[in-house]
């Protein structure tokens, strides 16, 4: 390992992730790497504008500080995606586990890291080694391959394989398992009320399979499990020193989830979090928003050294591993500043993009679409028939539905596949009453007298938590009540369909990106066969695999 000669300073910025406002690095956010030879840097959608602004602005980040910053970005496909449809979305975890081939999450992670190396990103915080055993959770959901551990082992390494190869970092996330949770961490602290015995053969073992793999990262969760300790896990020896380190076997870097995030922020101090951090075990401490906070954290570290509180020695071990990841996966070369167009872009499509890996994304996403049920034979739907897409406000993770915006996943693709087709947008309402103890009507009434001019309707609902399941459910029954020969399509959750249970026709997408609409239109319109399989048990509905 190189010899950088750092003082204590520039040794304690390379145990921070940081991340920051805007497309370009400013005065204040260069000064602020600069000064603390910051070691990681996060970029979020805020940060990405263009592809040529991206490029410009990860070179300008690799040319500061003694060492050059490692970037990482949240690409794990599907969902969550911060390039949008710049680069490759390819499809949700769950959505490769539905299609039922392993290799194509080898093929996704070498898709979305040979388009992040050509953008300048060092690592992607992805794979995803939760297992979603409880269908309330409001986080993971479809950002989990499966609610069965072997099958999140198979396809998660399979992921993790790919992403290497291009010569990109990865991260199994959200140690020792956000799986099994009714609460979001950015909200509050979520409480995992299971045995030693279910944890660990539900939870722990994703982890101790990427782990023995020697996976690049590990990025822990603000959980708590209180049958097998009484600290959240970011913070907690027992998880980290013991299970992650001596058990596993592991030594490569273990990170923080953002410690911004109010399961942590609303608990502990800055000196609190860096005393317990570096106590438990973690190697890099991320702080995704703010600068004040990010100097706070820094100052707090060093001042604990200084202090003989945490040994530099201490520091010295986190230091080493991080050094060791930076050279096995050293600063990209010069990027060119000319953007790489796509040989089949979007129709309609001029801006720039990086996404050459198109054709290939379409084969992985024809696999996943979904259908649970067509009782009444409706799919394949005729496209000549005049047609209605209904769907609901859009709220984004972690967000209260009052946040909703009232945009449409299908309708830039259904011009493409059905001839005359109207989208409605409908509120996300709260549940109330017509004044008369009655539940008020959710379809306007327009709505309710046009319904019988269309041959066909489709209703589209997208949802990350039970809440916005229950919101959108309240209408839906409603048209259900109309209609009994509704198309009903889950952009987001398969679970969904616990509040409709009765509905005839049900399709899975896992995801709302372009090329999963696509392909739900392909098999809407009879050119695509389905194929997917549910990965998950939807209790009392359906199996695992159905």
């Not at 859009?394 to 005359?420: C, D, H, T």
């Amino acid at each position: 390992m190189a010899d950088y000669r750092l003082s204590l300073k520039e040794k304690i910025g390379q145990l921070f992730m940081i991340g920051f406002k805007g497309t370009e690095v400013t005065e204040d956010v260069q000064r602020l790497i600069e000064t603390n030879n910051t070691g990681f840097i996060i970029l979020f959608s805020r940060n990405i504008d263009a592809i040529s602004q991206v490029k410009e602005l990860t070179r300008g980040i690799h040319a500061l500080g003694k060492i050059p910053p490692f970037i990482y970005t949240d690409q794990e496909g599907g969902t969550v995606v911060q390039f949008k449809e710049l680069a490759a979305t390819v499809v949700s975890p769950m959505g490769l586990a539905a299609g039922g081939v392993p290799r194509n999450a080898g093929k996704a992670g070498r898709i979305i890291g040979a388009e992040m190396k050509t953008l300048g990103v060092n690592g992607v915080l992805a794979p995803s080694l939760d297992v979603n055993y409880e269908e309330n959770n409001p986080i993971i959901g479809i950002r989990s391959f499966s609610d069965d551990p072997e099958t999140v082992i198979k396809y998660a390494l399979e992921f993790a394989v790919g992403l290497n190869e291009t010569g990109v970092a990865c991260c199994g996330k959200h140690y020792p398992g956000h799986g099994g949770t009714t609460a979001d961490s950015h909200l509050e602290i979520p409480t995992v009320d299971i045995s030693p015995e279910y944890f660990f053969h539900y939870c722990y073992r994703p982890f101790y399979a990427a782990a023995r793999a020697g996976i690049d990262a590990m990025m822990t969760g603000h959980l708590l499990f209180p049958a097998l300790s009484p600290r959240i896990a970011t913070f907690c020896p027992y998880f980290i020193h013991q299970l992650l380190r001596e058990q596993a076997g592991y030594n490569g870097v273990v990170m923080s989830d953002c410690l911004e995030m109010k399961a942590v922020k609303e608990h502990f101090s800055p000196t609190e979090m860096v005393k317990n951090a570096m106590d438990a075990g973690l190697d890099l401490m991320i702080a995704s928003h703010s600068p004040d906070f990010q100097a706070e954290l820094l100052e707090a570290l060093y001042f604990q050294v200084k202090k003989g509180v945490i040994p530099e020695k201490r520091i010295d071990e986190s230091l080493e591993r991080i050094l060791k990841l930076k050279e096995k996966y050293p600063s990209l070369p010069q990027l060119s500043p000319s953007p790489s167009p796509s040989p089949s872009p979007s129709p309609g499509s001029t801006q720039e993009t990086v996404r050459i890996h198109r054709a290939e994304e379409k084969k992985i996403a024809d696999r996943s679409i979904t259908v649970l049920r067509n009782r009444k034979g409706i799919i394949p739907i005729n496209p000549s028939a005049r047609t209605l897409i209904i769907e609901w406000g859009k709220v984004m993770a972690a967000m209260p539905p009052s946040s909703a915006s009232n945009i449409s996943y299908l309708a830039r693709s259904a011009g493409q596949f059905l001839e005359r087709v109207d989208i409605e947008t409908l509120d996300l309402l709260p549940d109330g009453n017509d004044g008369q103890g009655n539940p008020a009507a959710r379809i306007p009434e327009t709505l309710r007298n046009r319904m019988k001019e269309y041959q066909q309707i489709i209703a589209a609902l997208y949802s990350r938590s039970p809440e916005i399941q229950r919101l959108q459910a309240g209408p839906l029954n409603e048209l259900l009540g109309l209609r009994d020969d509704v198309i009903v399509i889950a952009l987001g959750n398969p679970y969904d369909i616990r509040n409709f249970p009765l509905v005839d026709t049900y399709a899975a997408t896992y995801g709302f990106r372009e090329v999963q609409v696509e392909a739900l239109f392909r098999v809407l319109t009879g050119a695509l066969k389905p194929t997917g399989k549910l990965p998950v048990q939807i209790r009392g509905l359906f199996p695992r695999w159905s």
